[in-house]
């Protein structure tokens, strides 16, 4: 279960909870998995864990979160 989120600039955000776990589609970002709805400090935000095709190893997928539009 994810406990944090660390951004490339080194900032830290603790998830306060998880409140539902689902297959869906990053839509921004093309990858497809497991969606984590999260809240951080209040808000709630979308956290993504993509599955590698390699059922063994270290890097059985990975995590990420889609940038919000500017």
Do not use: H
């Not at 590698?52 to 997928?61: D, M, T």
Request: net charge positive.
């Amino acid at each position: 279960m994810p406990l944090e989120i660390k951004w490339l600039d080194g900032k830290v955000f603790e998830i306060d909870k998880v409140t539902d776990i689902r297959q869906a589609a990053a839509m921004r970002a093309g990858g497809q998995g497991d969606r984590y709805t999260v809240c951080i400090r209040g808000k709630q935000s979308y956290l993504f864990f993509e599955r590698s095709g390699a059922l063994s190893g270290n890097n059985l997928g990975r995590w990420f979160v889609e940038s919000k539009s500017v």
